[in-house]
């Protein structure tokens, strides 16, 4: 874990820089494909993302060493041959896990946070689940572990294969005339994010392209066909964590409310949107029909809470990466304290990003929160041995945040309706 936390450590500006490039980009070219909040949430959303997996929260069902210790048929040595194997047969698993999670109710709730964005831009590629908690994945990679590739191999590639998703997250690039047979490329990754009716479900390879092409699930973008991004049944909110959990709330209440035995149970295995009959008709669930013409999220927001999201963005992040950068030292019960200002923050601010009146206690509690750590440890998680002033400064943030949450729930302009705009 700890070097994936220096991973990350390096990662995190890397990515953090090519969003800025293409925001930068687009407002040169006149053609913006971002918007404040919907990147905030994006980028927020990566945020929890890399904090669970820094902690290797979750339940791991099946690991790949467990299955190459009792699979493995022959083993391979470490040339470039295994490399290329391991690549082909990672980009295979990911092609089905990718499958399977559109495709299965109890699957998709995992996956819904990175389709959530109404929006396409590289920030989206950071939309990552944190409600992945059961590691069933190295089921996946049994191939390879009949082929007995090494566990390092798999160890180095799958965070190379998984970054390697990222740069084709654009509107910004066209088609790549021969490369669309070879691999994954924007205009394909456009058409797999659209709700259109021609495009929904299609184009889930990963690195590759090939196998979508072999199992039938190829779709190319089309110039009469514009890709309208987003989720048939819309998120309504900037929050990640509340995003990463609403599919699997809807799936509880229908198994808990239907009549049918039958159905409480399969409900959690049948494709993806399914409802049992007798809830469908007595709670039924907008889902948008006409794609072209629904209302994106966009609740009211001034300059001055643009401003402010992004400001809590920017100190969340760079809190997070001191956590990261001074993994070690914190110890494991510091770094879930800390995981815990990390996710309250991410909570708190994007409902305030939302103006639900309760955003308020979430920002009063989490900044009295803080305090209380900094007097009682006169303290920042081992902040003061490299910055002797650090505290002071994390102790304003948290000042300021409570006065942040009082201030835009009752002083500025009164919420109004979310003004919903096409
Ligand atoms: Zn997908
Ligand atoms: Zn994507």
């Known amino acids: ?146 082929l007995g590739v090494p566990h390092e191999v798999i160890a180095v590639l799958a965070p190379i294969h998984l970054f390697a998703q990222f ?31 021609e495009y929904i479900d299609k184009n889930l390879g990963q690195i590759l392209c090939i196998w979508d092409r072999m199992f039938g699930t190829f779709q190319e973008e089309l110039d009469e066909v514009p890709p309208q991004y987003g989720v048939l049944k819309p998120a309504q909110t900037w929050n990640p964590i509340v995003i990463n959990f609403q599919h699997i709330w809807r799936l509880i209440q229908d198994a808990w409310r239907t009549n049918n035995y039958w159905d409480k149970f399969r409900i959690w295995f049948m494709p993806t949107g399914w409802r049992p009959s007798d809830v469908k008709e007595k709670y039924p669930v907008q889902i948008i029909e006409d794609v072209y013409n629904f209302r994106k999220y966009k609740p009211d927001a001034s300059n001055a809470l643009k401003g402010y999201s992004i400001f809590q963005l920017i100190v969340t992040t760079a809190m997070m990466l001191f956590m990261f950068y001074n993994y070690s030292d914190i110890g494991f019960d510091g770094l879930l304290l800390f995981g815990a200002f990390v996710f309250c923050g991410v909570y708190g601010f994007t409902t305030l990003m939302d103006r639900a009146k309760y955003a308020v206690w979430i920002e009063v509690l989490r900044g009295l929160a803080g305090l209380l750590v900094i007097f009682m440890t006169n303290d920042w998680f081992g902040l003061h041995a490299y910055w002797s002033t650090g505290n002071y400064f994390v102790a304003f943030y948290f000042v300021i945040t409570i006065f942040g949450g009082i201030y835009f729930t009752y002083f500025e302009k009164s919420y109004v309706a979310p003004k919903l705009v096409s």
Request: one cysteine or more; proline letters at 3%.
């Open 1 to 146: 874990m700890e070097t994936y936390a220096t991973a990350l450590l390096y990662a995190t500006p890397f990515f953090l820089g090519l969003v800025l490039f293409e925001i930068g980009y687009g407002h040169f070219v006149k053609n913006q494909k971002h918007n404040v909040m919907d990147t905030v949430s994006s980028l927020s959303s990566g945020l929890t993302n890399v904090v669970k997996d820094s902690l290797g929260l979750g339940i791991i069902l099946v690991s790949y060493p467990f299955l190459l210790e009792h699979l493995a048929l022959t083993e391979i040595k470490a040339t470039w041959l295994v490399w290329v194997i391991a690549f082909v047969v990672l980009d295979f698993a990911g092609y089905w896990n990718h499958r399977l999670s559109h495709h299965i109710n109890f699957f998709w709730n995992q996956h819904v946070i990175h389709h959530s964005s109404e929006e396409f831009n590289l920030a989206c590629a950071l939309r990552q689940p944190v409600s992945n908690l059961l590691g069933y994945f190295a089921l996946l990679l049994i191939p390879a572990a009949l």
């Open 167 to 197: 740069w084709y997250h654009t509107q910004h690039i066209g088609k790549m005339g021969w490369l669309e047979y070879v691999i994954v490329t924007p205009s394909q990754h456009r058409v797999h994010h659209a709700i259109n009716a």
